[in-house]
């Protein structure tokens, strides 16, 4: 995601170099170069040392390498610099949630919901945390409310289905599925949506020029479509 313009603060152009280095970076870990990659996040926290994208960078870099304790020092400095980082706030939950350390997950998610009632992207957060820890009930009203507030994001409409299917709340947990694929499922990937729904929409199917999940470009509406049977 973008870098927030607080986050790298200095001088316009040393801004913009970091943010082209960020980029970098950010190439270099989807690759697993993981030694350049810390080289790059090293000057820019070199440069930018309370850049929470960075530090929060630096804590996926360490989660990968299955560092566990440095992951988690660095999720937790980019947090303190900016504790509405969304990427810290889900690499700590996450940790925490590896670490069954489920009261300090709860206690942080729930003071983000505290001071941004209305983001969507920190009630999803917190609601993986209470269906981690089995807290469906409160996992369900996040959802819903994630749902309010951003009605075009598809993942909380998956993950609330699988909520109430948990919750043996099945025809629910079906009518949520069919709600997902209402909303857009020529834009989501198979893997999130229920092997019913696969079978019977043909929408599915099609390589929508606009939907970004084929990779696909370059021609009309109704031109191509996978095979069900490959």
Not at 54 to 71: C, F, M, W, Y
Not at 86 to 113: C, F, Y
Not at 128 to 137: C, F, I, M, N, R
Request: proline share 4%.
């Amino acid at each position: 995601s973008r870098v927030p313009p607080c986050a790298l603060r200095r001088g316009h152009a040393d801004a913009q170099r970091g943010q082209h280095r960020l980029v970098l970076a950010r190439a270099l870990v989807a690759q697993r170069e993981f030694a350049r990659a810390d080289a790059e996040i090293g000057r820019l926290l070199a440069a930018f040392p309370r850049a929470a994208a960075v530090r929060s960078l630096q804590g996926t870099v360490r989660l990968l390498q299955n560092d566990a304790a440095g992951a988690r020092s660095a999720y937790q400095a980019a947090y303190d610099a900016e504790p509405s980082s969304i990427a810290a706030l889900t690499g700590l939950s996450l940790l925490d949630m590896r670490e069954k350390q489920w009261n300090s997950a709860r206690q942080r998610v729930e003071s983000r919901m505290k001071a941004e009632p209305t983001r969507a992207a920190v009630l999803l957060v917190a609601a993986k945390v209470y269906a981690g820890s089995q807290d469906l009930l409160s996992a369900e009203r996040v959802l819903r409310q994630a749902i309010e507030r951003s009605p075009t994001v598809i993942e909380p409409y998956a993950l609330l289905g699988e909520v109430l299917r948990a919750q043996g709340k099945l025809q629910a947990a079906r009518d949520e599925f069919y709600a997902l694929v209402a909303k857009d499922a020529t834009n989501v990937r198979w893997k999130d949506l229920p092997t019913e729904v696969i079978k019977r929409e043909q929408q599915c199917w099609n390589f929508h020029p606009k939907a970004k999940w084929h990779g696909y470009s370059g021609y009309a509406e109704g031109y191509a479509m996978v095979d069900p049977n490959k």
